[in-house]
T-cell receptor, first 114, second 112 residues
Framework: DTGVSQNPRHKITKRGQNVTFRCDPI?????LYWYRQTLGQGPEFLTY????????KSRLLSDRFSAERPKGSFSTLEIQRTEQGDSAMYLC????????????FGSGTQLSVL | SQKIEQNSEALNIQEGKTATLTCNYT??????LQWYRQDPGRGPVFLLL???NEKEKRKERLKVTFDTTLKQSLFHITASQPADSATYLC???????????WGAGTKLIIKP
């Protein structure tokens, strides 16, 4: 059990560019979640996968955001045409138990949009 | 809609004392409530989960209570240590099929 791994740890990009983040969950965990967190706030749910199926997506998530989990293993989160408001910590979590119980988080990807 | 309130001000506690953090929620009682610890620049780490039919849960120096009448959960750390300094987040789900709603967290500082 090597934990949840996220890459890159930091990403600086210019407004309008596309960025992609990767998450490798704990190997036997079939549930995978993406969250966004800004300074001084709690995590905000973005989307959720069970195996390779994307089962839920936040209504707050714009069409510029897309996530995949091919083969039910690692996941990617892509943001197209980044805006300064996208600057945040993007967290990935995985779990084995019931939905949303006992989440294991990665260290996150800190995105800065200039 | 459901909201969570945690003390936004940092909590300063002397080493060795018991630290108590509060999580208040509005509206209906959630199916369960979880507590996580978060260190700067890191993701949250799961600590404890308490269900609506449970009054109290313990794990080593940690204790969580759940009062559906007061709409409140309390998180206690006994014999606190400087290493316990972190931000503590509570999160709840109204139903077992719902996504988690997170509080903004309370920063705990344990002074030696």
């Amino acid at each position: 059990d090597t934990g949840v791994s996220q890459n890159p740890r930091h990403k600086i990009t210019k407004r309008g560019q596309n960025v992609t983040f990767r998450c490798d969950p704990i190997s036997e965990h079939n549930r995978l979640y993406w969250y966004r967190q800004t300074l001084g706030q709690g995590p905000e749910f973005l989307t959720y996968f069970q195996n390779e199926a994307q089962l839920e997506k936040s209504r707050l998530l714009s069409d510029r955001f897309s996530a995949e989990r091919p083969k039910g293993s690692f996941s990617t989160l892509e943001i197209q045409r980044t805006e300064q408001g996208d600057s945040a910590m993007y967290l990935c979590a995985s779990s084995l138990d019931a939905l949303n119980e006992k989440l294991f988080f990665g260290s996150g990807t800190q995105l800065s949009v200039l | 809609s459901q909201k969570i309130e945690q003390n936004s001000e940092a909590l300063n506690i002397q080493e060795g004392k018991t630290a108590t953090l509060t999580c208040n929620y509005t509206n209906y009682s959630p199916a369960y409530l979880q507590w996580y610890r978060q260190d700067p620049g890191r993701g949250p780490v799961f600590l404890l989960l308490i269900r609506e039919n449970e009054k109290e849960k313990r794990k080593e120096r940690l204790k969580v209570t759940f009062d559906t009448t007061l709409k409140q959960s309390l998180f206690h750390i006994t014999a606190s240590q400087p290493a316990d300094s972190a931000t503590y987040l509570c999160a709840l789900a109204m139903d077992s099929n719902d996504q988690l709603i997170w509080g903004a967290g309370t920063k705990l500082i344990i002074k030696p």
